[in-house]
């Protein structure tokens, strides 16, 4: 089961539980964030049912900076291969 909100046009929020009836296990929750920084950038934060935090930040700069990173690493792998 999962829920999300959009609070504003800067603000989402969210929350998902899950259980797996077959194995009985505990039920898994977790509650999540995101913010928006400005047009290119934003901020998600989510939190587990271990207490565990995970912290993401994206903004354009970092999408083109992973990109160009992905093909050095692609060409480099290609040329090791000739």
């Known amino acids: 089961m999962s829920y999300f909100h959009r609070v504003n046009k800067d603000v989402e929020t969210g929350a998902k539980a899950l259980w797996d009836r ?3 296990s ?13 047009r290119d950038a934003f901020v998600k934060v989510k939190i587990d049912k271990n207490g565990s935090i995970f912290l993401f930040f994206n903004n354009i700069i970092t999408v083109i900076a992973m990109n160009i990173i992905y093909y050095i690493i692609i060409g480099v792998i290609v040329k090791s291969y000739d």
């Open 22 to 24: 077959k194995t009985d």
């Open 26 to 38: 505990a039920v898994s929750v977790e509650v999540g964030t995101k913010y928006a920084l400005d």
